[in-house]
């Protein structure tokens, strides 16, 4: 049987994989695995926090109907963001905590995910013993032993008066867009920049349980570049269905992607003398033009594999404060345990009104290098570090991009395929660079005939 936990956390159709039986038996191993008893004698305790997904009400009871069974004192704080949910966990100093989302996926899919005491991202080894306690079966106490349920009635006040006091430069006189993705930000990322001082303009803020990341937030930015320039507006901000992140957008409408906001925030925070080390850790996927940017800028990157998840455990490695991806999922050590889009897009708005420069103009401390990509699929992966004929292809490759570029070959953790990425100087010599590489990948990791699918 294959692992029931994947890279964040259980995710899949909701009433599919995601049934409200197994939300209740994830519940009540966690209860087991995570929610031992505090040392005053008093029953442990947990927030649970969800996204507007319709199937979220049923999947948020089941949880909670397991967690109280098993003993848990919840906390139900309603719908907010992941992030808040984390924060919430270590304000509340409860035992761990539960996120019911399925991020920038469409309605039908939903997820759980299990934070640990601090609001902390589980490791692979409690993930397990999660899933080895769901064949053992829940804790069963009664009477006065059994949890209790109650709303966490000040968890989004609690969560906005945290981010307030991160902000180094106040926003007034700004106009922003904020592009709420019908999601888990809809209530709170307006209320935080209008107490931060902008003026707001919202969309995508009008959750019906069906249409969160439908044509709106950060997979689709349209709609926040359009309105930006009809308001007129300073920049604009777009969060994703649960609002762990932030991609931007500049008074002209061009996007402003994970890396330059790494590398925009990377400096400021080293100017404020807060960037630990002069090191800012993204992963192998950051286009070469942050990397070559922030080396000019006195500043080392320090490259991970792909997932927050890696990010967060370079981050801990070197005790550093800034890390992120560039799908723009950017992690404040000093502030957040996990990636966090409304204090990135606070942090972000706050560097154009302090600097007084357009985020256009700031985006310029990083040149993005033309950058292709190529899924070749039907071949086999495992292979794809190994084959000879593949690796001189790419030395190479290498050689001729020789500072100017690089080449990243990377197996698909899900698919029979292999990603080839390439990029250089300009697009016709990463097009044809690219081109070169998947074909040779096709030829040399073809399945043989014995063992094809």
């Given amino acids: 049987m294959s692992r029931l936990f994947g890279t964040d956390g ?11 039986e197994l939300s209740m038996q994830l519940a009540q191993a966690a209860a087991v695995v995570l929610g031992h008893e505090r040392s005053n004698g008093t029953r442990p305790r947990a927030v649970v926090a969800r996204d507007p997904r319709a199937s979220g009400e049923f999947i948020s009871a089941a949880v909670e109907a397991g967690l109280a069974s098993s003993g848990i004192d919840v906390f139900d704080a309603g719908v907010l963001p992941t992030p808040a949910a984390a924060y919430l966990i270590a304000d509340l100093e409860a035992d761990f905590g539960v996120m019911i989302s399925a991020s920038h996926n469409p309605a039908p899919d939903n997820g759980i995910k299990f934070f640990a005491r601090g609001g902390q991202k589980l490791p692979d080894e409690v993930e397990d013993a999660i899933e080895a306690q769901m064949k053992l079966g829940p804790q069963r106490p009664i009477g006065g032993e059994v949890g209790r349920i109650q709303r966490f009635a000040d968890a989004e006040d609690r969560y906005i008066v945290h981010l307030l006091s991160t902000l180094p430069h106040r926003l007034d006189g700004l106009k922003v867009v904020l592009d709420c993705a019908h999601g888990a930000a809809s209530g709170c990322s307006p209320q935080l920049f209008t107490n931060a001082g902008a003026e707001v303009v919202v969309i995508g803020a009008e959750p019906d349980g069906l249409n969160i990341n439908d044509g709106v937030g950060s997979t689709h930015l349209g709609p926040l570049k359009a309105a930006v320039l009809e308001h007129g507006a300073d920049l604009g901000i777009a969060h994703d269905g649960d609002a762990d992140r932030c991609l931007a957008v500049d008074h002209e409408g061009n996007e402003i992607d994970g890396d330059q906001i790494m590398a925009i925030l990377a400096v400021a925070l080293k100017d404020a003398g807060l960037l630990r080390e ?3 850790v993204a992963t192998v996927m950051s286009n070469l033009g942050l990397k070559l940017a922030l080396r000019d800028a006195g500043i080392t990157v320090r490259e991970t ?43 972000l708005a706050a560097q154009v009104a302090k600097t007084g420069k357009t985020l256009k103009e700031l985006g310029t401390v990083m040149t993005k290098l033309p950058q292709l990509m190529i899924n070749v699929k039907g071949v086999d992966k495992a292979r794809a570090g190994k084959d000879e004929g593949v690796a001189e292809a790419v030395r190479l490759a290498e050689q001729e991009l020789g500072e100017t570029g690089r080449v990243l070959l990377r197996p698909s953790g899900t698919e029979a395929l292999v990603r080839v990425m390439v990029e250089a100087g300009d697009m016709e010599t990463a097009e044809r660079i690219c081109k070169r590489l998947a074909a040779v990948v096709e030829e040399r990791l073809a399945f043989e005939p014995e063992t094809a699918a």
């Fill in 278 to 280: 002069n090191v800012l």
């Fill in 10 to 20: 259980v995710r899949g159709l909701a009433n599919g994989l995601l049934t409200a």
């Fill in 305 to 347: 594999g792909v997932g927050d998840r890696y990010v967060l455990e370079g981050m801990r490695e070197g005790n550093y404060s800034l890390g992120g991806e560039q799908s723009g999922h950017v992690i404040f050590a000093d502030y957040a345990t996990t990636g966090d889009g409304l204090l990135t897009g606070l942090q």
